[in-house]
């Protein structure tokens, strides 16, 4: 049976035929629906994980228990999980261990290019990258064979185009697969300097094995047509250097490390042209070129954003292929949806003149004009931190604050918190409670009562952990309250002490019932457009004046509250 399905769908589907009990991530584009996917199999247990290094600790501990486990995230949440990378990487697994991680040429939905490749060589494990849905079902269900055969986790590579094309996979049986009995080794799994020492060497002729097995494995494929020109590539890139170059040899690496160097050598010898076409940074192309092996590769490609059909035609045969041009297609910038609760708090930081460092979600797009409300963003986390460091280099804390989002809060930013508790800051933390993980689809987290499958569950008081780390002065505010907001924002950057305000309104694409009234801006309009500074999209200036579209307004009243002239009022129950 053939179906149509994305590229993490996909991978879900190579997980659950692989046999795969134990399933762990935290949601991150592009990864975010492998999990969720998985999740849909009931013979295997899934969760959304506090963060990424817990998620990977999840599936270390099954995996040593004897089961097969996956753990998904997207690039930078590889960082927050290279602690356990590295090491798990020396005790090695007990049931088959897969990574999948997705990268994000072109940063789509994420504040850098990192390429995930580099891990795999810091680490000293595999990794696979697949090109296609059908081969992402396959590299999984090989990867755990190969985890297991070579006593190691295996990193497969995925990426935004991968993870959310379409292709057809060939659907397969689920291997019925016994768990592994588990045998205290201490040598094995305890990981203090003696142990690992013996396990470094370990690693090193582990890496030795693979890197002959690599010369022979068939993910690895050499297809010669024209030998005049050559390309070694690989992942989604191999799709659009077939069409770009039809006639042109390749050398397809499915496993993209380490590299079989005989193989590559072989291949550099038949054509008389060679290049290398990789995204991101030259992975292949400087260890090539450490061969000694002559290639073409960053001269004429970018180490940044995604390629295409049409890049690769121009940069190697000088021709433009005849493919769709998306850069025709108008551009739409991103914006907060209409009745975002965080929409308020932007606009009174901006008001009240607040530095603001900022934090990874929804609530980045408060950066952006007209709101202008976030002075940073660097990774998940880092605001609460930030505030800290920037509050003891100028020796005030009035006028600063730091925002967060309720699943990033338990995500990393608790220790942040706790470190102003500790370290005496006198700053002020703005809590963004949705209640949900709003920027990758509605994700529970451990604060919204509800598991990954639904099932209830004991949901965290925010108010009540804050007060337990330390934090004497804890407020909740509706934000859409929006004299009890700017009233908490001044006292609290004015008080001599830690606090931390928690803006406490659900997203309004949670409830699927929501039907408030629309509104609509009558004659009474001076024009002044206040209203605009909300940055909402259902507030746009047309001849000259200011219209709501009511097909987009949620009714969240907000821009009534800032309008000085009673010039907005709701016009019924049109949603």
């Known amino acids: 049976m053939k179906k149509l399905m994305l590229g993490n769908e996909a991978f879900a589907r190579g997980a659950y035929e692989a ?9 991150g584009t592009p990864s975010t629906e492998i999990t969720e996917n998985i999740a849909k199999y009931p013979e295997v247990y899934a969760e959304w994980s506090p963060n990424e290094k817990v998620a990977l600790e999840v599936a270390i501990g099954a995996s040593i228990g004897g089961a097969r486990a996956l753990c998904c995230m997207k690039h930078v949440g590889l960082n927050v999980a290279a602690d356990p990378l590295f090491t798990v990487s020396y005790t090695g697994v007990g049931g088959g261990l897969v990574i999948i991680v997705a990268d994000d040429p072109g940063m789509h939905s994420s504040q850098n290019e990192q390429d995930s490749r580099f891990y795999a060589r810091s680490a000293h494990v595999m990794m696979l990258e697949p090109s296609d849905s059908m081969e992402a079902k396959e590299f999984v269900k090989t990867a755990y064979d190969l985890s297991e055969q070579f006593d190691t986790p295996v990193l497969v590579r995925s990426s ?34 003696g142990m690992a020492r013996k396990r470094h060497i370990v690693v090193e002729q582990r890496m030795k094995d693979i890197r002959a097995f690599a010369e022979t494995e068939e993910l690895n494929r050499v297809e010669y047509r024209d030998k005049s020109i050559g390309v070694i590539t690989s992942g989604v ?24 160097e005989k193989l590559i050598r072989d291949f550099a010898r038949e054509v008389d042209k060679l290049y290398v076409v990789e995204e991101l940074e030259p992975f292949f192309e400087n260890q090539i070129k450490a061969m000694g092996v002559k290639v073409i590769g960053k001269e004429i490609f970018s180490v940044q954003g995604e390629y295409s059909v049409n890049l690769i035609s121009e940069r190697i045969s000088g021709r433009k292929a005849e493919v769709f041009d998306s850069g025709a297609l108008p551009q739409r910038p991103p914006v907060m949806c209409p009745g975002c609760p965080h929409r308020a708090v932007f606009y009174t930081l901006r008001k009240l003149g607040i530095t603001a460092m900022g934090d990874i979600g929804c609530y980045t797009l408060g950066a952006l004009p007209p709101l202008q409300g976030i002075d940073t963003c660097v990774c998940m986390g880092a605001s609460i931190g930030m505030a800290m460091g920037m509050e003891k280099a100028r020796g005030s804390a009035n006028k600063l604050v730091a925002v967060i989002g309720d699943s990033t809060f338990l995500h990393s930013g608790i220790t942040g918190l706790v470190d102003m508790v500790y370290n005496g800051s006198r700053g002020t933390v703005i809590i963004l409670d949705n209640s949900t993980t709003g920027m990758t689809g509605h994700q529970d987290h451990p604060a919204t009562g509800k598991t990954l499958r639904g099932d209830i569950a004991p949901a965290i008081d925010i108010p009540a952990l804050v007060r337990s780390i330390g934090v004497q002065h804890v407020r909740v505010v509706d934000p859409f309250d929006l004299k009890a907001l700017e009233q908490a924002l001044k006292e609290e950057t004015e008080r001599d002490a830690l606090s931390v305000i928690i803006a406490k309104r659900p997203c309004v694409l949670l409830d699927k019932k929501y039907t408030h009234p ?58």
Do not use: W
């Open 160 to 193: 935004t185009r991968l993870s959310h094309s379409q292709g057809l996979v060939e659907l397969g049986e689920r291997l019925q697969r016994e768990l592994k009995p588990y045998k205290k080794d201490i040598g094995k799994y305890v990981m203090m300097p």
């Open 237 to 260: 890139v191999y799709n659009y250097v077939r069409e770009a170059l039809p006639e042109a040899s390749t050398l397809k690496l499915g496993m993209v490390y380490p590299l079989p």
């Open 19 to 27: 046999g795969v009990t134990v399933a762990a991530a935290y949601p």
């Open 518 to 575: 629309a509104y609509a801006i009558n004659d009474k309009c001076r024009n002044c457009g206040v209203c605009m500074r909300l940055g909402c999209p259902a507030i746009a200036k047309k001849d000259g004046e200011r219209r709501i579209d009511a097909t987009v307004c949620t009714g969240c009243g907000l821009c009534p509250e800032v309008c000085r002239f009673g010039a907005i009022e709701k016009v019924g129950d049109v949603k």
